[in-house]
């Protein structure tokens, strides 16, 4: 039997009831199934199983079941499964022949340049692309453009919570539950020093602040 090529890209799905491949594409890793083919051979040692013992045959036994498989599973009927699989699924793809990979041809080749689109990328989709990245950032850019802290008082140090009440603060100059001015300061009456947010006492002499 001559090589079966195309085979570089795909996974041995086959067991002992049957042969299944899947192939992928080594540009986007989508995957294509060739269809469940069932092994002849998988059948009798089945129907021997259920004959004989089922814990005691041959893919009963832990340490050689995998062998077991392996052997039901190769020689001739499964180059055989391969080589119809690969028949199947060939249709599918292309092989570049600048880099060599097997590719997708509905999704990943490029068929004006007949080269995968990672030698040879889609225009239209690039320029689709590099589109809508541009218009991202003329957005940002734009909405950089505008102020949004109007109406906030960005000068006058404030804190997280209402000095009065100790609701969360929100935007605005005054108390959203309370009504009373945001980022007052208490003013001491012994020093006159003024203390930012609601100490009771005064970081200056330490008299109690009212």
């Given at each position: ?91 599918l793809f292309k092989q ?115």
């Open positions: 039997m001559p090589a079966i090529p195309f085979t570089g890209n795909h996974q041995d799905l086959s067991t002992d009831k049957g042969y299944q491949f899947k192939f992928f594409c080594e540009k986007c890793g989508n995957g294509y199934m060739s269809t469940f083919k069932i092994s002849k051979l998988g059948l009798a040692a089945s129907a021997a199983q259920v004959a004989g013992n089922l814990l005691g045959g041959i893919f009963g036994r832990a340490a050689s079941g995998a062998y077991e498989v392996q052997r039901a599973v190769g020689g001739a009927a499964h180059d055989a499964a391969i080589e119809e699989a690969v028949a199947e699924i060939a249709p570049c022949t600048r880099c060599g990979h097997w590719v997708c041809e509905p999704v990943c080749f490029n068929r004006k340049a007949q080269l995968c689109e990672t030698c040879a990328p889609d225009l239209q989709e690039e320029l689709a692309a590099a589109q809508a990245v541009a218009a991202k950032d003329q957005v940002i850019a734009k909405t950089r453009e505008i102020d949004y802290t109007q109406g906030i008082d960005v000068a006058t140090v404030t804190g997280a919570l209402c000095a009065k009440c100790g609701a969360k603060a929100q935007a605005g100059k005054f108390c959203g539950e309370c009504g009373a001015p945001m980022g007052v300061r208490k003013k001491c009456a012994g020093c006159g020093a003024e203390a930012e947010g609601s100490p009771r006492f005064c970081p200056s002499c330490g008299k109690p602040l009212g």
